[in-house]
């Protein structure tokens, strides 16, 4: 049994889980097709969910700060994209990539902005005076959530408004029996970049060394001479911005979105990061991706299982451990 | 004048006080020990120091220079390094980046760097493992190599030797007595063999106040004073 365990760990250990839900997926489904199709699908919607659960994650593991209006980034990332998206829909209905692609190049980057704007402005008259705080940080953060909502009601209307694409990533690639849908292997293709340009940052440079250092104690990264407050309102901004680009992408994948897009949300992206571990990157992305691949599965096998699947999934992995998947403090 | 000087340093943590008058001169060089029994708030007056707890009301100088109320990074850089009763190591980092970390430009100076290879040759052998397979007492001694790895005018330590084997304990010491040559240590500790064979100078504190200060000789040759002051028989 020790032999089977130190194998597993050598070749990855949680990180096979995945691998192994999807073995197991293959075998119960039965049909390939269906199989590849569910897995792409479940890949897309696991890197978008990364999206937006990467930056509450570090929020939570480097400033000890429950933030449950971080959906609200998500939120305003997907109405944002979507005005602009509608604002440029000449361009998308085109033969021009190009054209599409700068349309979608401008919707995200304008939801990146609000997201780093919003992230300043939310840190700074919301989440500071109620640092070391938790009771108090959830009832303002909840607070904001609702505000947010009503301030989107307000803007957009309460009728659900339809997301534009540009054309180049509507329809399907078809191989064989095999249908995957091209904005999902943007979607995947996106989640990737960014998870390993986080990857560098954390991993590669100093600043990242003071954030993983951070998450596991700030105390003591005080006490080797390192302002971490000053830390704060950069991870908290960048937290934010790839919430709001998480959202815009997610707008994209369900063409119409509505004001309560946030609060949906914000289960599955505390699930995310609870599995995950608190304050790892690896961690978040590979209870992203569980959850995703899980969703799809669950959806199609049994279908009246598909909204406690994840709930599931989450009460299956703290048993078995308590701190989650891979948690940046061990 | 003292390298350190403690004037009338009161702390309270929450609703409870927790130091009532603390007045201390930690000269410079050498091992000064701060000895006390359990919850008497040794910890308390090293965190104070380093400004994790405010005093208030109370003094803290460094070469003269007020550093009450400073952040705690700033008095790091005043040139105050901490060694934590947990250590304080980042787990989930190597041990080459726990000490990349405690640079200030984040390079090592050869010189040092084969110093504290030298100390805690375990360090160089788990350079590129990370922190949280360390065995206690090479944890301990990352902590440590941490807090010289750059100058320092001042050293605190707390506890170092809880948990530890003998063996290890016994390293520790002639790890401490090298580094004292060149910085000064104020040193927490419970085993008074350890802190005997280290202090010059000591002081004892008690509910919060300092019940004693004086060589550590004359306190080690006094058996009524330590029963008394610490319950040593």
């Given at each position: 049994m020790e032999k089977l365990v130190n194998t597993i760990e050598r070749l990855g250990g949680v990180n096979l889980l995945p691998v192994a839900l999807a073995v197991v997926a293959f075998v119960l489904i039965g049909n390939p097709s269906s199989w590849v199709t569910l897995t792409v699908a479940g890949?897309?919607?696991?890197?978008?969910?990364?999206?937006?659960?990467?930056?509450?994650?570090?929020?939570?593991?480097?400033?000890?700060?429950?933030?449950?209006?971080?959906?609200?980034?998500?939120?305003?990332?997907?109405?944002?994209?979507?005005?602009?998206?509608?604002?440029?829909?000449?361009?998308?209905?085109?033969?021009?990539?190009?054209?599409?692609?700068?349309?979608?190049?401008?919707?995200?980057?304008?939801?990146?902005?609000?997201?780093?704007?919003?992230?300043?402005?939310?840190?700074?008259?919301?989440?500071?005076?109620?640092?070391?705080?938790?009771?108090?940080?959830?009832?303002?953060?909840?607070?904001?959530?609702?505000?947010?909502?009503?301030i989107i009601l307000a803007v957009w209307g309460g009728t659900p408004t339809a997301v534009p694409r540009p054309d180049f990533l509507e329809g399907a690639l078809i191989i064989g029996d095999i249908s995957i849908e091209i904005y999902r292997i943007f979607a995947f293709a996106l989640g990737l970049v960014v998870y390993i340009a986080l990857y560098a940052v954390l991993n590669r440079?100093?600043?990242?060394?003071?954030?993983?250092?951070?998450?596991?104690?700030?105390?003591?990264?005080?006490?080797?001479?390192?302002?971490?407050?000053?830390?704060?309102?950069?991870?908290?901004?960048?937290?934010?911005?790839?919430?709001?680009?998480?959202?815009?992408?997610?707008?994209?994948?369900?063409?119409?979105?509505?004001?309560?897009?946030?609060?949906?949300?914000?289960?599955?992206?505390?699930?995310?990061?609870?599995?995950?571990?608190?304050?790892?990157?690896?961690?978040?992305?590979?209870?992203?991706?569980?959850?995703?691949?899980?969703?799809?599965?669950?959806?199609?096998?049994?279908?009246?299982?598909?909204?406690?699947?994840?709930?599931?999934?989450?009460?299956?992995?703290?048993?078995?451990?308590p701190s989650g998947l891979r948690p940046a403090v061990k | 004048?003292?390298?350190?000087?403690?004037?009338?340093?009161?702390?309270?943590?929450?609703?409870?006080?927790?130091?009532?008058?603390?007045?201390?001169?930690?000269?410079?060089?050498?091992?000064?020990?701060?000895?006390?029994?359990?919850?008497?708030?040794?910890?308390?007056?090293?965190?104070?120091?380093?400004?994790?707890?405010?005093?208030?009301?109370?003094?803290?100088?460094?070469?003269g220079q007020d550093i009450t109320g400073m952040h705690t990074a700033d008095i790091a850089r005043k040139g105050i390094a901490y060694v934590p009763e947990n250590m304080g190591i980042f787990g989930g980092l190597t041990v080459a980046e726990n000490m990349v970390l405690a640079t200030s430009k984040g390079q090592f100076d050869a010189a040092r760097l084969k110093r504290v290879h030298s100390l805690f040759p375990a360090l160089e052998q788990f350079w590129t493992k990370q922190a949280w397979s360390l065995s206690g007492g090479q944890k301990q001694m990352l902590s440590v190599a941490r807090a010289i790895i750059e100058p320092r005018d001042l050293i605190l330590i707390d506890e170092p030797t809880k948990g530890l084997a003998p063996a290890i304990i016994n390293a520790m010491a002639e790890a401490f007595r090298e580094i004292a040559e060149s910085t000064t240590i104020l040193l927490v500790e419970q085993n008074f063999n350890f802190a005997r064979s280290l202090g010059r100078d000591m002081a004892v504190i008690d509910d919060g106040r300092i019940a004693h200060t004086g060589p550590m000789d004359a306190f080690a040759a006094d058996a009524a004073l330590q029963d008394r002051l610490l319950g040593l028989s």
């Amino acid at each position: 049994m020790e032999k089977l365990v130190n194998t597993i760990e050598r070749l990855g250990g949680v990180n096979l889980l995945p691998v192994a839900l999807a073995v197991v997926a293959f075998v119960l489904i039965g049909n390939p097709s269906s199989w590849v199709t569910l897995t792409v699908a479940g890949l897309a919607m696991g890197m978008m969910i990364f999206l937006m659960a990467s930056g509450l994650s570090l929020v939570f593991g480097l400033m000890n700060v429950l933030n449950f209006g971080h959906s609200a980034f998500v939120s305003f990332g997907a109405f944002v994209a979507a005005s602009v998206l509608a604002g440029l829909s000449g361009w998308l209905s085109g033969d021009s990539i190009m054209l599409g692609a700068l349309a979608l190049f401008l919707a995200v980057s304008a939801a990146l902005l609000f997201g780093l704007i919003a992230g300043w402005f939310f840190e700074t008259v919301i989440i500071r005076p109620v640092y070391e705080d938790h009771l108090r940080q959830i009832l303002i953060t909840m607070g904001a959530l609702i505000v947010s909502e009503q301030i989107i009601l307000a803007v957009w209307g309460g009728t659900p408004t339809a997301v534009p694409r540009p054309d180049f990533l509507e329809g399907a690639l078809i191989i064989g029996d095999i249908s995957i849908e091209i904005y999902r292997i943007f979607a995947f293709a996106l989640g990737l970049v960014v998870y390993i340009a986080l990857y560098a940052v954390l991993n590669r440079t100093r600043i990242g060394l003071l954030i993983r250092a951070g998450v596991e104690s700030r105390e003591m990264v005080e006490a080797l001479g390192f302002r971490i407050d000053r830390l704060f309102i950069g991870v908290f901004m960048l937290g934010s911005a790839l919430a709001a680009v998480g959202g815009a992408m997610w707008a994209g994948y369900e063409t119409l979105i509505s004001p309560a897009l946030g609060g949906e949300i914000m289960i599955i992206v505390f699930i995310v990061v609870i599995i995950g571990g608190l304050g790892s990157i690896e961690g978040t992305l590979l209870g992203a991706i569980m959850v995703g691949l899980v969703g799809n599965y669950v959806g199609f096998l049994a279908p009246k299982l598909a909204l406690a699947s994840n709930m599931l999934l989450m009460m299956a992995i703290l048993m078995w451990r308590p701190s989650g998947l891979r948690p940046a403090v061990k | 004048m003292s390298l350190l000087s403690i004037s009338a340093m009161q702390t309270s943590i929450g609703q409870y006080a927790i130091l009532h008058d603390v007045t201390l001169e930690v000269p410079e060089g050498g091992v000064f020990v701060l000895l006390g029994r359990n919850g008497a708030g040794k910890t308390t007056t090293l965190r104070s120091i380093m400004g994790l707890w405010r005093p208030s009301p109370g003094s803290v100088r460094l070469r003269g220079q007020d550093i009450t109320g400073m952040h705690t990074a700033d008095i790091a850089r005043k040139g105050i390094a901490y060694v934590p009763e947990n250590m304080g190591i980042f787990g989930g980092l190597t041990v080459a980046e726990n000490m990349v970390l405690a640079t200030s430009k984040g390079q090592f100076d050869a010189a040092r760097l084969k110093r504290v290879h030298s100390l805690f040759p375990a360090l160089e052998q788990f350079w590129t493992k990370q922190a949280w397979s360390l065995s206690g007492g090479q944890k301990q001694m990352l902590s440590v190599a941490r807090a010289i790895i750059e100058p320092r005018d001042l050293i605190l330590i707390d506890e170092p030797t809880k948990g530890l084997a003998p063996a290890i304990i016994n390293a520790m010491a002639e790890a401490f007595r090298e580094i004292a040559e060149s910085t000064t240590i104020l040193l927490v500790e419970q085993n008074f063999n350890f802190a005997r064979s280290l202090g010059r100078d000591m002081a004892v504190i008690d509910d919060g106040r300092i019940a004693h200060t004086g060589p550590m000789d004359a306190f080690a040759a006094d058996a009524a004073l330590q029963d008394r002051l610490l319950g040593l028989s």
